[in-house]
């Protein structure tokens, strides 16, 4: 098939977007690119293969009151003046939640549609911005098919233990369950894991280390559980987000210090984590550079409950073979590997802190029972295999 892809990644304040061709499938995209401070202080930036800049002027157009319509409605003619004559032939959007029924990629009807935008409160920092961009392409590109992969479908093969929550039956049966997220960038992992291992090492936890992070215990590649639960709430200490929380801390915070549950929420998700404990940034590069005495806590706490969680996470899988770190964090941050790995020595992890401040692929030192990889996450391309897959044919889930 000739044409391009597009894959769309819409967060709160930015669009990541790649372009692949439709019929090959290298993993490295023709163009990667974002449009940064969505909101504020539009930045676009773009480059080519070979690392090219490319020219954006047409986004000096964006300013602080313009939307994701409105950087999607430059983004998509400044695409086809990029790739001349070759026809945009599918948008794939990297949806945050899926739920119960939206457990695989499938091409974007309206019911789809209804069914990602019920699931809003279920991701509220994320989903509504993917909505954005769905909508946005249909207004300025409505005969382009728009295909939709969910960061909850790679989760879907955790054991049901793993799913529940000790809360009442029904409530489970309702689906307030723990669903699981960053499952594209685990899905490229799991494909690029046996390049990387051994056979018969299967056992392996995958650390996505970035603003956002999460880790997954699979087995033969699929997941068998995650550190996220019912929302991209849970689990590790974040950027912004506080991670696992004794619920009665919630409780005690609407109940005796009277906040509401909007406060809350921004509380958790947008004023905790390594923002909240160190009052300075939730950058971890920064963090790292600062020498104030609360910057070095927050990397601290960020990693004494990545390791306890990790630890937490192999009886999952009955023993660990390999850990995988991965993301922003996890592919740049030396020190943050370092931290996390010497407190699983118990578990037979031994770094080699030269090969870990080289940033090479493999870090764990020969002796070490565990292996302990760096491989960097493409979200992107699993997108767009998705939608190659669906334009070919594939039988793919869908909801009517
Ligand atoms: P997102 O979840 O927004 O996609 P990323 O995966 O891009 O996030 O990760 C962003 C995080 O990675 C930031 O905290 C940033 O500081 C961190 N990071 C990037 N490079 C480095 C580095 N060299 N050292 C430490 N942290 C880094």
Redesign the pocket.
Known sequence: MSGIILTLNA?SSSIKFAVFEAGDAPSAPLIRGSIAGIGSTPVFAARGTGGTALDGRPFAALDASSSHDAAISLLLPWLSEQTGDDPLVAIGHRVVHGGRELTGPMRITPPVLNEIERLIPLAPLHQPHNVAAIRAVARWQPDVPQIACFDTSFHATQDRLAQLFALPRALSDEGIIRYGFHGLSYDYIASALPSHLAPGKDRVIVAH?????SMCAMRGGKSRATSMGFTALDGLMM?RRCGTLDPGVVLYLMQEKGMSAGEVATLLYKQSG?LGVSQLT???????ASADARAREAIELFCYRAASSLAGLVPAIGGLDAIVFT???G???A??RDLICARLDWLGVLLSPSENTAGAARISAPASRVDVLVIPTNEEAVVADACRAILNGANCTSID
């Open positions: 967060g280390l970035g603003n956002g992070a950027g390594l939730n950058d971890m590069a920064v963090l790292e993301a922003g964090i592919e740049n941050s020190l943050v």
